[in-house]
């Protein structure tokens, strides 16, 4: 399977401890996202990565998450000291740009977070 | 401020007949839209999309048709079967940008027999 795949599918937590989560994109693609979704709602961009770098992070990543892509390939992101409110589907997708090519976002199965 | 706006919740139509399922938007800087379909305990698929400089775009049984005087678009499957249940998300996208997607809350498509 090529597609983007995502470890853990599920994790339970309680609160206060960190988890971090991974995401393995598409081998060609060179950029990758991060999206958080609740219950009743659709995706909402967290961040996202072109090759290894940061380009940008939403108002939503509070400074306990940090999100990273070393040699551009995986991307972990890792929330310190969950809260109840950190309770969502964590989305990665990835997607290849190129000269007159759209930029069609692949996503991943997503990690369930339950932060008891 | 929810940028695109899905105003139905749910839908359900009959197998063979049309699906309708609506996408209001409020920034004018988007210029390209897409459709998701997504499963329960699976990310969103990717269906269709459409750029502003076009007004229909189609794909065998779907077609988005966008009227960028109204920020609105609508997806359009015919004839509708059991598989397509679904959520559908709209999302839309400033290309000038980081091609970041927001996203509408989505409406749930149910085919019935």
């Known amino acids: 399977d090529t597609g983007v795949s995502q470890d853990p599918r599920h994790k339970i937590t309680k609160r206060g401890q960190n988890v971090t989560f991974r995401c393995d994109p598409i081998?060609?693609?060179?950029?990758l996202y991060w999206y958080r979704q609740t219950l009743g709602q659709g995706p909402e961009f967290l961040t996202y990565?072109?090759?290894?770098?940061?380009?940008?992070k939403s108002r939503l990543l509070s400074d306990r998450f940090s999100a990273e892509r070393p040699k551009g390939s995986f991307s972990t992101l890792e929330i310190q000291r969950t809260e109840q409110g950190d309770s969502a589907m964590y989305l990665c997708?990835?997607?290849?740009?190129?000269?007159?090519?759209?930029?069609?976002?692949?996503f991943g199965p997503g990690t369930r977070l339950t932060v008891l | 401020d929810q940028q695109v706006k899905q105003n139905s919740p749910s839908l359900s139509v009959q197998e063979g007949r049309i699906s309708i399922l609506n996408c209001d938007y409020t920034?004018?800087?988007?210029?390209?839209f897409l459709w998701y379909k997504k499963y329960p305990a699976e990310g969103p698929t990717f269906l269709i999309s459409?750029?502003?400089?076009?007004d229909k775009n189609e794909d065998g049984r779907f077609t988005v048709f966008l009227n960028k005087s109204a920020k609105h678009l609508s997806l359009h499957i015919v004839p509708s079967q059991p598989g397509d249940s679904a959520v559908y998300f709209c999302?839309?996208?400033?290309?000038?940008?980081?091609?970041?997607?927001?996203f509408g809350t989505g409406t749930r498509l149910q085919v019935t027999l």
């Open positions: 999302a839309a996208t400033d290309t000038g940008t980081a091609s970041k997607l927001t």
């Open positions: 997708a990835s997607s290849y740009t190129g000269t007159g090519l759209r930029d069609e976002q692949f």
């Open positions: 920034n004018s800087m988007f210029d390209y």
């Open positions: 459409i750029s502003s400089i076009k």
């Open positions: 081998s060609e693609h060179n950029r």
């Open positions: 990565f072109q090759n290894e770098a940061q380009l940008e």
